[in-house]
């Protein structure tokens, strides 16, 4: 069974088609590198908005087509489908995450009609509650709380973003509530996406790969992934209603 991170990604990669799995991260991130470097405002907001729409979209389709067919289906056909399925959204479903997180967190520092005011200690909060919570759920799902590796990876989020907040919080003062939604909102996201479906997505895999897989893990890790993707839905639709109104003037 393959246990690095570099195995890891290697053989998910070779099963989700390298193509694919090259373009499915490249893409999403250099247009995400020029959005924050040289992009004019309305081709951020493109990027941004792209990213979400296709992220909402894939997950949204998850929960209420994919779910519900693979539910009726017998063990061993429902992990033979996430067998397939898995290697794809483990490299298209973060990346497009991560350019609607990153791109929005930008957009919002930008001088548009509403930029956020004194985003700093708030962005700091973000940080702290992006990192450590997604770090214990991945090293409770690995049972990892006792692997050097996952306590490296973990004192080093939890002294960055702690750093941050420190520097940051003497400053901090209310901004605009509806900032303060859309970052709880992304934080619940985050959370999900990375410290519950990314891991899990990781453990299909190495049931994949191993001598004896267990079709039922696969099966059940899958679906269960399947359903938090309509969770992630739900909560980036709430996102898109918060944003018009902050477009709109209903804050």
Known sequence: MTTSIGGTIGGMAERANPAFAAGAVGIPVAALVYAV???PLVHHTYVHVMAGVLWTGTDLFMATVLGPVLGGLAVDERASVFERFTPKTSFLLPSLALVTIAGGITLALRPV????ANPHPWLALFTLAATVPPLLAIGYQFDAFG????QAWF??????SGAYLAVALPDF???QPVYVAVLAVMAVLNFVGFGVLL???VRIYRQMVSADPDEELIGDVGLRNARLAGVQGVFQLSIVVLMVYLRWGGF
């Open 155 to 160: 004192c080093v989020g939890l002294l960055a």
């Open 113 to 116: 009609r509403t930029p956020m």
């Open 147 to 150: 692997d050097w590796r996952w």
């Open 199 to 201: 891991p899990g997505e």
């Open 37 to 39: 470097t040289v992009a």
């Open 173 to 175: 003062a209310m901004t």
